[in-house]
């Protein structure tokens, strides 16, 4: 096996670095204190071509695979837990659907503006009583004539107050089996009667928008409907997937952050006459810290590579997004212990790293979620939940 990074692998990662390093971390206390969404940023990862990493130039994007895009938020996540998550949900939510599943109208219609960075898109899935379970979608999308007319709430929608287009699950029919169809349908978000409010106080990732999606007798064009309606729900779960693999990749951004400012501390800061590197205590902390991001690491990597092989990746991205999230938090709390009385402090920066820390082991599935997950891929149990 080759674990090295192709040429262009490792250009990408540098051009996301650099970026972030200059563009996003001298933000990152401002967006978290004032939860101002960072829009400037994006749209200058628009201009260099960030947003449009694993999809191919034809649609506006730069051609790249799932690893350079998994490296590139893996160092936006470092910088900031926030502008990560945002940027995450815009590529492999709002965007990567139109790409697997959209028409080539909807593709030049919708997926140019988002890969280019004109434009932003979400993912409208979860509801009130819908979180973990997707199959209880209760949006419902009535056929009249040339049009779907849909009505339901949405909420915890990521990007959706800054977007151009949210993507919609609801229930458009009943199957032979007496269930729900559940279908995708591109929405405009100028749409009348939609309604998005972003009054959500969160955690953390605080300059990452989330918003409430309430559609009221929407009409969108049946030509919007995205991919077959009856693999609308099979779509969504491959879309979550894959999404998965971003979050891993953002869990181990954050924990990469806090390792190095825990690692830069220990050598800095005096006790007893040394630096608090010199004891034990601190050297098997710092060590786990290292040895867990690194696993995790690879685990993304793995599956990012059977992504781009167009191998099954279901079990792998649960993996990665399971231990990874977990990681993360534990890095996090970890790195806070070391700085001891200043990791408190808001200055370091390190507890802002662990409030954003939390959300990886809930959103996109939370932790006992992905262990279901990994229950069905290894054929334990009767239920096919995911």
Same mark, same amino acid.
Request: net charge neutral.
């Given at each position: 096996?080759?674990?090295?990074?192709?040429?262009?692998?490792?250009?990408?990662?540098?051009?996301?670095?650099?970026?972030?390093?200059?563009?996003?971390?001298?933000?990152?206390?401002?967006?978290?204190?004032?939860?101002?969404?960072?829009?400037?940023?994006?749209?200058?990862?628009?201009?260099?071509?960030?947003?449009?990493?694993?999809?191919?130039?034809?649609?506006?994007?730069?051609?790249?695979?799932?690893?350079?895009?998994?490296?590139?938020?893996?160092?936006?996540?470092?910088?900031?837990?926030?502008?990560?998550?945002?940027?995450?949900?815009?590529?492999?939510?709002?965007?990567?659907?139109?790409?697997?599943?959209?028409?080539?109208?909807?593709?030049?219609?919708?997926?140019?503006?988002?890969?280019?960075?004109?434009?932003?898109?979400?993912?409208?899935?979860?509801?009130?009583?819908?979180?973990?379970?997707?199959?209880?979608?209760?949006?419902?999308?009535?056929?009249?004539?040339?049009?779907?007319?849909?009505?339901?709430?949405?909420?915890?929608?990521?990007?959706?107050?800054?977007?151009?287009?949210?993507?919609?699950?609801?229930?458009?029919?009943?199957?032979?089996?007496?269930?729900?169809?559940?279908?995708?349908?591109?929405? %405009?978000?100028?749409? =009348?009667?939609?309604?998005? @409010?972003?009054?959500?106080?969160? *955690?953390?990732? &605080?300059?990452? $928008?989330? !918003?409430?999606?309430?559609?009221?007798?929407?009409?969108?064009?049946?030509?919007?409907?995205?991919?077959?309606?009856?693999?609308?729900?099979?779509?969504?779960?491959?879309?979550?997937?894959?999404?998965?693999?971003?979050?891993?990749?953002?869990?181990?951004?954050?924990?990469?952050?806090?390792?190095?400012?825990?690692?830069?501390?220990?050598?800095?800061?005096?006790?007893?006459?040394?630096?608090?590197?010199?004891?034990?205590?601190?050297?098997?902390?710092?060590?786990?810290?290292?040895?867990?991001?690194?696993?995790?690491?690879?685990?993304?990597?793995?599956?990012?590579?059977?992504?781009?092989?167009?191998? %099954?990746?279901?079990? =792998?991205?649960?993996?990665? @997004?399971?231990?990874?999230?977990? *990681?993360?938090? &534990?890095?996090? $709390?970890? !790195?806070?212990?070391?700085?001891?009385?200043?990791?408190?402090?808001?200055?370091?920066?390190?507890?802002?790293?662990?409030?954003?820390?939390?959300?990886?082991?809930?959103?996109?599935?939370?932790?006992?979620?992905?262990?279901?997950?990994?229950?069905?891929?290894?054929?334990?149990?009767?239920?096919?939940?995911?």
């Amino acid at each position: 096996m080759n674990f090295e990074l192709t040429r262009e692998q490792q250009m990408i990662r540098e051009l996301a670095r650099d970026f972030a390093k200059q563009e996003i971390a001298p933000h990152a206390e401002h967006v978290d204190r004032t939860g101002e969404f960072p829009i400037e940023t994006f749209k200058k990862m628009g201009e260099l071509g960030l947003l449009g990493i694993p999809f191919p130039e034809s649609y506006g994007g730069s051609g790249g695979d799932t690893i350079s895009y998994a490296l590139s938020v893996e160092e936006i996540g470092k910088a900031c837990g926030s502008t990560g998550l945002s940027y995450a949900a815009a590529v492999s939510l709002g965007a990567a659907p139109i790409y697997y599943f959209g028409t080539e109208e909807q593709k030049q219609e919708y997926l140019v503006p988002l890969a280019t960075g004109r434009a932003l898109g979400a993912f409208g899935l979860t509801e009130p009583n819908a979180g973990s379970d997707a199959g209880g979608t209760r949006t419902k999308a009535r056929s009249e004539g040339d049009s779907y007319v849909i009505s339901g709430e949405k909420c915890w929608i990521t990007n959706a107050g800054f977007a151009r287009t949210v993507i919609v699950t609801a229930v458009t029919g009943i199957d032979d089996n007496g269930k729900n169809i559940i279908s995708a349908i591109i929405v %405009p978000t100028d749409s =009348e009667g939609f309604t998005i @409010k972003s009054e959500y106080d969160k *955690m953390g990732v &605080r300059g990452s $928008n989330t !918003s409430q999606l309430i559609l009221d007798n929407v009409r969108v064009p049946k030509q919007n409907l995205l991919g077959s309606p009856e693999k609308g729900f099979k779509q969504f779960l491959n879309t979550l997937d894959g999404g998965r693999i971003s979050i891993a990749a953002l869990a181990v951004g954050i924990a990469q952050g806090a390792f190095e400012a825990a690692l830069t501390y220990a050598r800095e800061r005096k006790q007893f006459g040394r630096p608090i590197s010199y004891f034990q205590a601190i050297q098997f902390k710092l060590a786990d810290m290292a040895m867990e991001i690194e696993l995790a690491r690879n685990m993304v990597l793995k599956a990012a590579w059977l992504k781009d092989q167009g191998r %099954p990746f279901t079990k =792998e991205a649960a993996f990665a @997004k399971l231990y990874a999230s977990e *990681m993360a938090f &534990r890095t996090c $709390n970890q !790195s806070i212990q070391i700085h001891g009385g200043y990791g408190y402090m808001k200055e370091y920066g390190v507890e802002r790293m662990l409030r954003d820390a939390k959300l990886m082991e809930i959103g996109e599935g939370t932790s006992e979620i992905q262990r279901l997950v990994i229950a069905r891929q290894l054929g334990i149990g009767k239920q096919a939940l995911k």
